[in-house]
């Protein structure tokens, strides 16, 4: 039986795209041949990859407004580098809302100065900081949109001259924002897109070529724009499996309806964390995430309790992470309705119980 997956990366994808994806894994596009074992540079994959760039732009509104989509690899943690390594001249500002900010800052500390413009870590990370001063003169400001371990999420997106870069792992194409605000958006598709093995990367092409630092090929921006993604062999599974996952998302609607069922999602868990005595938010509720949504158990002697209703429900991934503790519902794209209803009854089951 297929189980209710609230894991937080990698993570649930719409079934229908399982399904086509192992298809292709058998026989693409009736071609005899398995997705995996054709040329990167066949005529069938390459327009594999145009149509995943070409979709990406499409869904965030940017087609025809000077961005370039790449699928590169190295995961999000390799952004962290490659966003410094292409853009840090002098100075950057960094927005400190979790682990992954944390780790962003200290990669891009190897090429210039940082300035932590703001940061929540004082309490845990349970809130994004608001009406802080941006310095003048940043070569960019970076954010992440979505803190995936802690539940937080950016409503308001600062404004400043500066170019913002903005880590958007765990909810790009969850919801509707004004995606040309931005200079940098990556992406690790295994959140919100695709499986592990490639990172999404949508980059306003004016911004490059500006460092006067030689930069490694692999981790050149102009390079992988160039070459259209193709500089080395992509990882065309991962690739290829994305672009189903757009084509799923452009089907529903795009951005729009995506958001809307997110919205219904988060509404009915947080109602339950908020009604509920045996449950208890983590995160500050207007910072709240409509992706992941963290809450603890008032009293812990019911863990073992509820553990056990979540296995016999057929959840799957709902232990929050170590630094949270408590429990974390991810509820990325794909995640049905049903799903979160399902959690939100064992939550009720608990309190008959208890
Ligand atoms: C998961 C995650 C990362 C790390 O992604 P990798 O692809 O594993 O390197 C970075 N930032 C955010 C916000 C994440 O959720």
Same mark, same amino acid.
């Given at each position: %039986?297929?189980?209710?997956n609230? =894991?937080?990366? #990698?993570?649930?994808?719409?079934? &229908? *795209?399982f399904?086509e994806?192992?298809?292709?894994l058998l026989?693409?596009?009736d =071609?005899?041949?398995?997705?995996?074992?054709?040329?990167?540079r066949?005529k069938?994959?390459?327009?594999?990859?145009?149509e995943a760039?070409s979709?990406?732009?499409?869904? !965030?509104?940017?087609?025809?407004?000077?961005?370039?989509a790449?699928?590169?690899?190295?995961?999000? =943690?390799?952004?962290?580098? %490659?966003?410094?390594y292409?853009?840090?001249?002098?100075?950057?500002?960094y927005?400190?809302?979790g682990?992954w900010?944390?780790?962003a800052?200290?990669?891009?500390?190897?090429?210039?100065?940082?300035?932590?413009?703001?940061?929540?870590k004082?309490? /845990?990370?349970?809130?994004?900081?608001?009406g $802080?001063?941006?310095p003048?003169? !940043?070569d960019?400001l970076?954010?992440? =949109?979505?803190?995936?371990i802690?539940?937080?999420?950016?409503?308001e997106?600062p404004?400043t001259?500066?170019?913002?870069?903005?880590d958007?792992s @765990?909810?790009i194409?969850?919801?509707?924002?004004?995606?040309?605000?931005?200079?940098?958006?990556?992406?690790?598709?295994?959140?919100? %897109?695709g #499986?592990a093995?490639?990172?999404?990367v949508?980059?306003?092409e004016?911004?490059?070529?500006? *460092? @006067?630092?030689?930069?490694?090929?692999?981790l050149? $921006?102009?390079i992988?724009a160039?070459?259209?993604s193709?500089? /080395?062999? #992509?990882p *065309?599974?991962?690739?290829?499996?994305?672009m189903?996952?757009?084509?799923w998302?452009?089907?529903?609607?795009?951005i729009?309806?995506?958001?809307?069922?997110?919205?219904?999602?988060?509404d009915?868990?947080?109602?339950?964390?908020?009604?509920n #005595?045996l449950f208890?938010?983590f995160?500050?509720?207007?910072?709240?995430?409509? %992706?992941?949504?963290?809450?603890n158990?008032?009293? &812990?002697?019911?863990?073992?309790?509820?553990?056990? !209703?979540?296995k016999?429900?057929?959840?799957n991934?709902?232990?929050?992470h170590?630094? *949270?503790?408590?429990?974390?519902?991810?509820?990325? /794209?794909?995640?049905e309705?049903?799903?979160?209803?399902?959690?939100v009854?064992?939550?009720?089951?608990?309190e008959?119980k208890?």
């Open positions: %039986m297929k189980k209710h609230f =894991s937080a990366g #990698p993570c649930i994808l719409p079934q &229908e *795209v399904q994806a192992s298809q292709a026989n693409f596009n =071609s005899g041949l398995s997705i995996i074992e054709i040329s990167h066949s069938d994959f390459i327009a594999v990859m145009e760039c979709l990406a732009l499409e869904l !965030l509104g940017l087609t025809g407004k000077g961005y370039k790449l699928f590169l690899q190295g995961g999000a =943690s390799t952004q962290f580098l %490659m966003a410094a292409n853009l840090l001249e002098n100075k950057a500002g927005i400190n809302t682990a900010s944390a780790k800052i200290k990669e891009a500390k190897l090429f210039g100065d940082v300035v932590e413009v703001a940061s929540s004082d309490a /845990n990370y349970n809130y994004i900081p608001k $802080y001063e941006i003048t003169g !940043l960019y970076h954010l992440t =949109s979505n803190n995936t802690f539940g937080t999420q950016i409503k997106f404004t001259d500066a170019p913002l870069v903005c958007m @765990s909810d194409f969850s919801r509707e924002i004004d995606f040309s605000k931005f200079g940098i958006i990556y992406a690790g598709a295994q959140k919100n %897109m #499986p093995g490639t990172t999404l949508v980059l306003k004016e911004l490059l070529g500006k *460092v @006067s630092r030689t930069i490694p090929s692999m050149d $921006y102009s992988h160039d070459k259209d193709m500089f /080395n062999t #992509p *065309v599974f991962a690739v290829y499996t994305s189903l996952t757009l084509r998302l452009k089907k529903l609607g795009g729009a309806a995506a958001e809307k069922r997110n919205i219904e999602k988060a009915l868990l947080y109602k339950e964390i908020d009604r #005595p208890k938010g995160a500050a509720k207007e910072d709240r995430s409509t %992706m992941n949504a963290t809450f158990l008032t009293d &812990e002697a019911h863990k073992a309790a509820f553990d056990t !209703l979540l016999e429900g057929n959840i991934g709902l232990n929050g170590r630094s *949270v503790g408590g429990y974390r519902a991810s509820m990325y /794209n794909a995640m309705l049903s799903s979160v209803a399902a959690v009854a064992l939550m009720q089951e608990l008959k208890a």
